[in-house]
């Protein structure tokens, strides 16, 4: 575990803004998309993959590299821009997003995009993966690590809690998943259509190691994923409480923006919110 | 002896002895190793064996995992299950994300004959072979599992591999090794081509002896991969004979004669028909081979197609 300095803080609070307008430009660009959830993961991703991740872009099958599953696959805006960032892909790709030549697919594609550990887009498959790469790596010999990210309304789906018991059930302390609680799925609020709670009950119930923290803080974020790098014998889960639409008004908590694409107008405003920036440690 | 045992005892003794020649084949099971008898394997390295539980789904997304981090997962379920309950694992992680997994449907067809429709398999292939990127294939006999084990380790890519409970009539010699997508002609002839596989094989070798009993010359020809088809086999064998029955123990929809249906009416147009299942439910029985006779997959099944099919030639 290392100290983050607040000048590192405020590095990675800049580069998940950045990732929110250019998540927001690669949706409106495209003319579809999913800003809510890409907006709610911005400083997850940023942590992962500006802090936390070992990769080395230029050799995206290294086989030290830590693996990062977006099991929320429809968030591959955000996935997208930080990896081009990081430098898998020119940046000018994400122009191309969605066009019927581009490597970038709707949801993230492992055969088609260099640096994508895996293929996602129906929700659930991306714990019980992550478990047999953590496994994987345990038989190796190998000290990566495997990181999931979940969404909210994905561990609805039974397949999650079955993954979350091969994981407990072989003591996979090597992995670590992060949960995007933003309470907001497609059809309305999460604690409306399939109740969660109470969720930290359920994941100890399940053996897992629990931390939760304000997924919008990076501090928070980069100590919870320290501190999962830290426990023996238990796979660790870090809820993460976010806002879907982070940094738009508009679209903050409002399930309409889960999927939808603003109109010229709301994309000058929403563009306008997020050069100005918010305050993330709310 | 080989002609003695059922398919997944060979499966599984086969797969336990290959494991020691390579050590990144691991082993999962989702609570029937005891049946699949992956549990030879499972005993023998019991650190490259995952016993997941019921839960199916999990079973494909583990092993992906597994896969990606280096090993090469035989998955092993019920065909039933495998095939139906985690179908959308097995399409989007393995087949879509072509990782390198090995689905083995076991109790395919209707060889779970005592457990009834619920736990035989008849729609398995229609669903594996409408996968993009995934490799379909039903072993004839006991040699020939053992033999495909290590084919299909050593092959990159997705793979379905089809196991009966029951024994099937050994059909090929010891030693041959099968190639993935390249048909078998098992016997020459000029009236009608029998093209077959797995436990049907065996079945249509003795239609072929009975048929050359009535004077009738048949073509059998061992269609072990369904995907990637054998088109040229297919053909060869349509252009020589003029006239196809294919016999299968699966659904008449989506499965061989499915597949040979739609290579001859494209590439060589002649009188086909089908022995399989007529598009219905098996049901209990006390006895695999009769449940086979039952459901219209017997030998004079086979026999009966063919004479028809030389009328429409």
């Known amino acids: 575990m290392s100290y983050l300095c607040e000048s590192r803080i405020l590095e990675l609070e800049e580069i998940a803004r950045q990732l929110r307008i250019e998540s927001i430009k690669m949706i409106y660009k495209r003319g579809s998309g999913h800003p809510g959830g890409a907006l709610s993961a911005a400083e997850i991703i940023a942590v992962l993959f500006f802090d936390t991740l070992n ?43 969605g066009e019927l030549d581009c490597h970038l697919q709707g949801h993230p594609d492992r055969v088609k995009t260099p640096g994508i550990e895996m293929s996602a887009g129906p929700l659930g498959h991306g714990l019980a993966v992550g478990a047999g790469n953590a496994m994987a790596a345990r038989k190796t010999g190998k000290k990566y690590r495997t990181y999931v990210l979940l969404g909210d309304g994905e561990i609805q789906a039974g397949i999650v809690w079955e993954g979350a018991n091969v994981a407990a059930k072989y003591h996979l302390n090597n992995l670590t998943a992060i949960l995007d609680y933003n309470d907001v799925q497609l059809d309305g609020a999460v604690h409306d259509i399939m109740p969660l709670d109470p969720l930290a009950d359920k994941w100890r119930a399940f053996n ?23 426990i023996h ?23 309409r923006w889960h999927g939808a694409v603003p109109k010229p107008d709301q994309y000058e405003q929403a563009l306008v919110e997020l050069k100005r920036g918010g305050n993330y440690d709310e | 002896m080989m002609s003695d045992i059922p398919q997944r005892e060979a499966y599984g003794h086969a797969l336990a002895a290959y494991g020691e020649v390579n050590p990144k084949v691991v082993v999962l099971d989702a609570d029937t190793s005891s049946s699949t008898l992956t549990h030879f394997f499972g005993s023998k390295f019991p650190d490259r064996f995952y016993n997941v539980g019921i839960a199916e789904p999990c079973m494909v997304d583990f092993g992906v995992g597994l896969s990606l981090g280096g090993f090469v997962p035989f998955v092993n379920a019920f065909a039933a299950f495998l095939s139906l309950r985690a179908v959308e694992q097995v399409r989007t992680c393995v087949a879509y994300a072509e990782t390198n997994v090995k689905l083995v449907g076991h109790y395919a067809g209707v060889s779970d004959y005592k457990d009834g429709p619920t736990h035989n398999c008849v729609v398995d292939l229609a669903v594996m072979r409408s996968l993009p990127n995934m490799t379909v294939i039903v072993p004839a006999d006991n040699h020939q599992i053992v033999q495909w084990i290590p084919v299909i380790a050593e092959y990159e890519g997705p793979v379905y591999f089809r196991m009966s409970r029951d024994k099937s009539l050994l059909v090929h010699p010891v030693d041959v090794k099968p190639v993935i997508g390249k048909a078998v002609t098992l ?33 059998v020809v061992e269609v072990h991969t369904l995907k990637p088809l054998d088109v040229d086999a297919i053909c060869e064998a349509a252009a020589l004979t003029g006239a196809i029955v294919t016999a299968e123990e699966h659904t008449i929809i989506g499965g061989l004669g499915s597949a040979v249906a739609e290579a001859i009416a494209e590439h060589y147009p002649v009188p086909l028909q089908r022995v399989g299942i007529m598009d219905r439910f098996p ?20 026999v009966k197609a063919a004479t028809e099919v030389i009328q429409r030639k």
């Open chain 1, 208 to 230: 897992w190691h629990v931390i939760e923290i304000n997924g919008h803080n990076i501090r928070q974020i980069r100590e919870a994923l320290d501190t999962a790098g830290e």
């Open chain 1, 233 to 255: 014998n238990q796979p660790t889960i870090i809820i993460a409480h976010t806002t879907k639409g982070k940094g738009i008004s508009y679209m903050e908590n409002d399930a």
């Open chain 1, 55 to 97: 990769l080395d872009p230029k050799n995206p099958k290294w086989e030290d590299r830590d693996r990062f599953f977006l099991s929320k696959g429809h968030a591959s805006a955000v996935l997208y821009a930080a990896m081009s960032k990081r430098g898998f892909f020119p940046e000018e790709d994400l122009t191309h997003w």
């Open chain 2, 187 to 219: 016997r020459e002839g000029s009236d009608v081509a029998l093209i077959a596989n797995g436990a049907m094989l065996g079945r249509t070798l003795l239609a072929a002896d009975r048929l050359a009993q009535m004077g009738i010359q048949s073509r």
């Open chain 2, 283 to 302: 049901v209990t029985a006390k006895d695999a081979e009769l449940l086979m006779d039952y459901m219209g997959l017997s030998v004079d099944d086979i």
